[in-house]
């Protein structure tokens, strides 16, 4: 059975204003690279707490090697304390890879631990969804305690619910005890582009066009990450082609996408400077 991996944050729940604090130590010019006394005086973290939030911030996509990471400069620059649902949904796309970053995807999502399962495996299956349905799921995915993978799934659902987390994003929403996912408020197209253009290099590195059925199927993909079927990529793509950032050959099938987009953190500062 899978290994659950989601014990990187001991009991510390997703919080923007505490990863916040240690992007702005990245910042710096010695980084994270430095003593405990001295990490903690410099992101007023707790000596239990910095090193927890250090890893929501490395999985997060904006630490590397202990300094900011391509991605974590763009978001120091254009959005330092964390306020901007852009950032959300920036936070999102990487938590939902695990710890493994934009690589290729496994034959199961659930080798790459919990988040990848909830984000690629159930909710795909499971739109409306208690904790209890959750975790009796889990417990036939993973090799854990019941009481092991109850305890440490509730920081999925806390950081996609809680309003210092990634909630602007209503990735899943939760109603008395009942979570639904499937009617996200979404990104603006240029973000959308990003999480493609990763994708792509992903699975199609090197190629200027893929069949859009290879989009549709593609595993830990687009519309998983966004939390829509179908229809609604096609939506997304039609959106993309406005924009300018894809062209889609539609008069014959089979159908393609050819990509109009070079950099992807270009589209990334794009998505800020849009939102503004």
């Known amino acids: 059975m899978a290994n659950l991996q989601l014990h990187f944050n001991g009991n510390f729940a997703l919080k923007k204003e505490e990863i916040s604090k240690i992007i702005r130590a990245a910042a710096e010019e010695k980084g994270l690279?430095?003593?405990?006394?001295?990490?903690?005086?410099?992101?007023?973290?707790?000596?239990?707490?910095?090193?927890?939030?250090?890893?929501?911030?490395?999985?997060?996509?904006?630490?590397?090697d202990n300094h900011l990471s391509p991605v974590g400069e763009i978001v120091w620059r254009l959005d330092p304390e964390l306020e901007s649902p852009i950032t959300d949904w920036l936070m999102h796309f990487?938590?939902?890879?695990?710890?493994?970053?934009?690589?290729?995807?496994?034959?199961q999502a659930d080798e790459w631990g919990g988040w990848c399962y909830f984000v690629y495996s159930f909710l795909p299956e499971h739109s409306r969804f208690t904790l209890e349905d959750l975790q009796y799921n889990?417990?036939?995915?993973?090799?854990?305690?019941?009481?092991?993978?109850?305890?440490?799934?509730?920081?999925?659902?806390?950081?996609?619910?809680?309003?210092?987390?990634?909630?602007?994003?209503?990735?899943?929403?939760?109603?008395?005890?009942?979570y639904s996912a499937g009617d996200a408020n979404l990104p603006n197209p240029y973000l959308v582009g990003y999480f493609l253009?990763?994708?792509?290099?992903?699975?199609?590195?090197?190629?200027?066009?893929?069949?859009?059925?290879?989009?549709?199927?593609q595993k830990m993909g687009?519309?998983?990450?966004?939390?829509?079927?179908?229809?609604?990529?096609?939506?997304?793509?039609?959106?993309?082609?406005?924009?300018?950032?894809?062209?889609?050959?539609?008069?014959?099938?089979?159908?393609?996408v050819i990509k109009r987009f070079s950099e992807p953190l270009m589209l990334l500062e794009k998505a800020y400077d849009s939102d503004r």
């Not at 920081?155 to 309003?163: E, G």
């Not at 990763?198 to 200027?208: A, I, M, S």
């Not at 998983?224 to 990529?233: H, N, S, W």
Request: include cysteine.
């Open 94 to 107: 990487y938590l939902s890879f695990g710890d493994q970053g934009i690589k290729q995807p496994p034959a």
């Open 33 to 64: 690279k430095d003593d405990l006394p001295s990490l903690m005086a410099r992101t007023s973290l707790g000596n239990a707490k910095v090193g927890r939030i250090k890893s929501w911030a490395i999985r997060c996509g904006l630490i590397q």
């Open 197 to 217: 253009a990763q994708l792509w290099e992903r699975d199609y590195p090197g190629v200027g066009s893929v069949l859009t059925e290879s989009i549709f199927n």
């Open 222 to 256: 687009l519309a998983q990450v966004l939390g829509i079927k179908t229809e609604a990529l096609l939506l997304q793509l039609n959106m993309l082609e406005a924009y300018g950032i894809i062209e889609q050959r539609k008069a014959v099938p089979p159908f393609q």
């Open 138 to 178: 889990c417990a036939s995915v993973f090799d854990e305690t019941s009481k092991a993978i109850g305890e440490r799934i509730k920081y999925i659902l806390k950081a996609y619910t809680q309003s210092q987390a990634l909630s602007s994003c209503k990735f899943l929403t939760l109603d008395k005890d009942q």
